[in-house]
């Protein structure tokens, strides 16, 4: 299994993950003429996709989700709240998932997660193929221990480095928007990141991703440090999804 980014941040975000014949899309929040030339960057178009998971409705999640769908008729998967929120659009082939029962798309097993985030049903996912998994966790302002359960024995973990709290603190977003993004609801700090990843690590995890970076209430140096803490490296060592960039195929190891 490997898998890659078309890019994370307020901007838009996008994780694709694939395993021999199947490709699956997790949110997309970019145009669909973005979305095409960030996934030909790696060698894809948006026909090769098998599903799009989406977890939830807000907009650098979902800009993108509708066009593609219209576009290639691709199934896309999400929670009864995030259906019923109205922002998706019209999807051709749209299917609800339960928030709490696994499925199939193709060849990768889908746990939904449900999360703390202020949307109508939130969920993250982590994604196996029988032998590894990959965490993708962001968008959630605190963590629960059905979480820290889910996510305890991937082998790959994306993980929301979002704000370092002095920064959003002494920065230019209104109080509204502070108490927001640093709230229970809202997005993890470093500070939280790092503690998670401490309670998570364990010896077979091979690839830790720092995503969902604010430009504003953030630098890439802190969240690393903060990573780099936990896995007894160098901050440089610790590799960010880039916003416009996003990130490029990484091989997850199979132990059989």
């Not at 299917?95 to 703390?116: D, K, N, Q, Y």
């Not at 982590?126 to 998994?133: L, N």
């Not at 690590?201 to 140096?221: G, M, P």
């Not at 936990?230 to 440089?236: A, G, I, S």
Request: hydrophobic share 40%; charged share 20%.
């Amino acid at each position: 299994m490997r898998f890659a980014s078309l890019g994370s941040g307020s901007r838009g975000n996008a994780t694709l993950i694939e395993k021999a014949d199947t490709r699956i899309l997790i949110d997309c929040g970019f145009n669909l003429k973005e979305t095409r030339l960030r996934l030909a960057r790696l060698g894809l178009t948006i026909e090769d996709l098998d599903g799009i998971l989406v977890t939830h409705e807000h907009g650098d999640h979902i800009g993108g989700v509708g066009k593609i769908a219209r576009a290639c008729g691709v199934a896309v998967y999400c929670s009864a709240g995030t259906a019923i929120s109205g922002r998706l659009g019209d999807i051709p082939d749209l299917r609800t998932i339960s928030s709490h029962r696994r499925f199939a798309v193709g060849g990768l097993e889908i746990e939904p997660v449900p999360v703390p985030h202020d949307a109508k049903e939130p969920i993250q996912y982590v994604i196996g193929d029988g032998d590894v998994r990959l965490g993708v966790l962001t968008d959630l302002g605190s963590i629960t221990p059905h979480i820290r359960h889910c996510y305890a024995q991937c082998d790959a973990l994306i993980l929301e480095t979002n704000h370092d709290a002095m920064m959003l603190q002494h920065g230019a977003y209104p109080p509204s928007l502070k108490r927001r993004v640093a709230g229970s609801l809202g997005h993890l700090s470093n500070l939280q990141a790092q503690h998670l990843l401490h309670d998570l690590y364990h010896s077979k995890l091979q690839h830790v991703i720092a995503a969902h970076i604010s430009d504003k209430n953030n630098q890439l140096e802190l969240a690393q440090q903060a990573l780099a803490h936990v896995l007894k490296c160098y901050p440089e060592e610790i590799v960010a999804i880039d916003q416009e960039q996003g990130l490029d195929w990484r091989s997850i190891k199979s132990w059989s």
